[in-house]
T-cell receptor, first 112, second 115 residues
Framework: DAEITQSPRHKITETGRQVTLACHQT?????MFWYRQDLGHGLRLIHY???????NKGEVSDGYSVSRSNTEDLPLTLESAASSQTSVYFC???????????FGAGTRLSVL | AQKITQTQPGMFVQEKEAVTLDCTYD???????LFWYKQPSSGEMIFLIY??????QNATEGRYSLNFQKARKSANLVISASQLGDSAMYFC????????????FGSGTQLTVLP
């Protein structure tokens, strides 16, 4: 069965460190997304990609970057982790239409 | 800009009863899609149901149905015969055509099913 996996599931890091969260999907979807979920804010879009070599900024992209070198993977990098980036991060992928997004299990990141 | 509003932070329902979770949306785009997701305490996001703006009939998926009232810009989720396993956070989301294929999410409703 097709799936979308995120790793690690839990991560503790220190402020200022670079952190990379992995996302791998076997749906063969062109569209991939990264969200963060915080209490009181629901899910907010960080970055998204429509295909290989394509990346776009979302609503809360400052301090984050992504790269898309193949269809299956969209890693999310925190260049210099800040305490404000403590959150739960979700990766998702979708087909073109109607655009139902399928989510990974999430990564809980704590920046101390 | 598009916006999704869920006005019920928390809801309670008795087991085996039906419950309606409210969702209103705002967009000027005539073509859009509406989605509902479930997030149990384990944290994963589970897709439940989809409604397109041009769909003539309300979407149904098992015990889930979407009460789509276009003129009122509402897309309420109806869960029939509630089960204890339905206790979770429920999110409404919208995608407009052309825009990025991204979803805009509401703030969610925490549903608790009582035995």
């Amino acid at each position: 069965d097709a799936e979308i996996t995120q790793s690690p599931r839990h991560k503790i890091t220190e402020t200022g460190r670079q952190v990379t969260l992995a996302c791998h999907q076997t749906w063969n979807h062109n569209n991939m997304f990264w969200y963060r979920q915080d209490l009181g804010h629901g899910l907010r879009l960080i970055h998204y990609s429509y295909g290989v070599q394509d990346t776009n900024k979302g609503e809360v992209s400052d301090g984050y970057s992504v790269s898309r070198s193949n269809t299956e993977d969209l890693p999310l990098t925190l260049e210099s982790a800040a305490s404000s980036q403590t959150s739960v991060y979700f990766c998702a992928s979708s087909e073109m239409d109607p655009g139902i997004q399928y989510f990974g299990a999430g990564t809980r990141l704590s920046v101390l | 800009a598009q916006k999704i509003t869920q006005t019920q932070p928390g809801m309670f329902v008795q087991e085996k009863e039906a419950v309606t979770l409210d969702c209103t949306y705002d967009t000027s785009d005539p073509s859009y899609g509406l989605f509902w997701y479930k997030q149990p305490s384990s944290g994963e996001m589970i897709f439940l149901i989809y409604q397109g703006s041009y769909d003539q009939q309300n979407a149904t998926e098992g015990r889930y149905s979407l009460n789509f009232q276009k003129a009122r810009k509402s897309a309420n989720l109806v869960i029939s015969a509630s089960q204890l396993g339905d206790s979770a956070m429920y999110f409404c989301a919208m995608r407009v055509s052309g825009s990025a294929r991204q979803l805009t999410f509401g703030s969610g409703t925490q549903l608790t099913v009582l035995p």
